[in-house]
């Protein structure tokens, strides 16, 4: 059983020094008194650690066997990664359950054995959950993932991924112009806190921004919505920001596809690029684009590909949602936070865009502590993604247990030729196990620990199947 190893003083750390020092004199010839009274160690602690070199913890022993708590341990981190993750008080309950089964005389446990528990297996932790579309994580097979990586493959035998200056990757997202939610220090008893801004709450800017693999970014896109363009709101800019307008505020074919053209296609510099984006229909359904495209091979020789990534998955497979909007979003939501004690320092919807170009391209009066650096962290999600470099086993690391769950009966019926004559005939001879049953449990439990399926992942496995049934398959147009 693992332990968590504790931080020792100077004074422990000199005891056992002197204790190893003196067993090596010992081994060495020199008597055993001896040797204690010249580095000061009792000579009982001395010939015990001689008999006995790897003693035993001290303390009372523990509720449960070390190898029971070994699968207890086994089986909730197996919960965890079905998508089926167990509470404090879930693991309590269940902690009862099995000393009820045990016949154990003590079957209640509280929240002191529980934080002991952990300490004791540092691969086990307190985590906080995200919720996660069940119907979208089920559309996230292992056939569907070789699919994609089979569609990559083919563009990096085309040469379309072989240097980073190549690969490019758009995505939306919002900013907002106040923080809704926070923890201040208020009146006990008081339910509503008040905490005034300028403008309306639901006010915020779509921000489109495009870089590559190699850490490049371009101007980024603010989509507004209204009528007519506001010259002022490009105030202390300097000329590194896209400026649109539409009615509705959201990406429309129009903005996105002359963005690209006017922006990104100038940047480009190698003769074939591949651009990935997700599945909105302002991008695929997107005839303009098309057009934009071959006009610009046929006027430079320079092809570009759109890839369109798999739908619903863009949380796990597209570099800015998978590296950058997290970190951009936290230092944003820091900078809304200490701008309100700032006199005159309040984002309003119009002087929003100086305040994202200020911390996006690290321009005068941008404070480390804010900001963004989406370069870093684009090249670090191309990698994680196994965009570029292009690797198919990192693509693949994607599939995790709650998207696809058969990927462990996938392995349970994965046959392995073994001969088990042998261990038969010892089990039946020495063990006196001769049941058709007991030999046939024994032989699965075998090849479960060759195929790397521990009986706690097939314990999950079935837990998450009986609470939540089969998987309901959501509808997509192609």
Request: glycine content about 6%.
């Amino acid at each position: 059983m693992a332990v968590r190893s504790q931080l020792k003083t100077a004074f422990q750390v000199h005891q056992e020094l002197s204790l190893e020092a003196a067993i090596h004199e010992v081994k060495n010839g020199q008597s055993q008194a001896s040797a204690a009274k010249i580095y000061r160690i009792s000579r009982t602690t001395l010939r015990n650690r001689l008999q006995n070199s790897t003693p035993s913890s001290v303390g009372a022993p523990t509720k449960f066997a070390s190898h029971e708590e070994d699968r207890l341990a086994e089986f909730f981190l197996a919960c965890s990664d079905q998508g089926v993750p167990l509470n404090r008080y879930h693991c309590l309950q269940i902690f009862s359950e099995v000393a009820i089964e045990l016949g154990m005389q003590s079957t209640t446990f509280n929240d002191a054995f529980f934080n002991r528990f952990i300490s004791r297996h540092p691969d086990v932790s307190l985590r906080i959950t995200h919720a996660s579309n069940r119907k979208k994580d089920r559309e996230w097979t292992t056939e569907l993932c070789e699919e994609y990586i089979s569609r990559l493959r083919s563009l990096f035998d085309r040469g379309f991924l072989e240097r980073p200056e190549q690969v490019w990757n758009l995505d939306e997202t919002a900013f907002d112009t106040s923080e809704m939610y926070d923890r201040v220090v208020a009146r006990k008893g008081v339910n509503q806190i008040p905490s005034q801004f300028d403008g309306n709450e639901k006010e915020c800017v779509t921000i489109l921004p495009c870089g590559n693999a190699a850490g490049v970014q371009l101007k980024f896109m603010a989509l507004y919505a209204g009528k007519v363009h506001v010259q002022s709101r490009l105030d202390d800019t300097f000329g590194l920001c896209y400026h649109a307008v539409n009615s509705s505020g959201y990406m429309d074919t129009v903005h996105f596809a002359n963005y690209i053209r006017k922006e990104v296609f100038p940047a480009i510099n190698e003769l074939k690029s591949v651009i990935f984006l997700d599945g909105h229909y302002s991008h695929v359904n997107n005839l303009r684009l098309i057009r934009y495209c071959k006009q610009f091979f046929e006027e430079s020789g320079k092809q570009v590909e759109i890839f369109c990534l798999p739908s619903g998955q863009t949380s796990h497979l597209q570099p800015f949602d998978v590296s950058a909007f997290g970190g951009v979003k936290k230092k944003w939501k820091m900078y809304l936070r200490d701008r309100k004690l700032v006199k005159g320092g309040r984002v309003t919807k119009d002087n929003l865009l100086s305040h994202v170009v200020k911390l996006w391209y690290r321009t005068e009066g941008c404070t480390e502590r804010y900001a963004f650096n989406v370069g870093q962290s684009l090249q670090s999600g191309f990698a994680k993604t196994g965009l570029f470099l292009f690797s198919p086993e990192v693509i693949r690391q994607t599939v995790k247990l709650h998207h696809d769950p058969q990927i462990i009966e996938r392995g349970i019926r994965r046959e392995i030729q073994q001969d088990f004559g042998p261990l038969i005939n010892i089990l039946k001879d020495q063990y006196n196990i001769s049941a058709e049953k007991d030999l046939e449990d024994i032989k699965e439990f075998i090849q479960l620990k060759q195929k790397g399926i521990t009986p706690g992942a097939v314990l999950a496995n079935v837990m998450q199947k009986d609470l939540f049934g089969e998987a309901p398959k959501k509808q997509r147009r192609q």
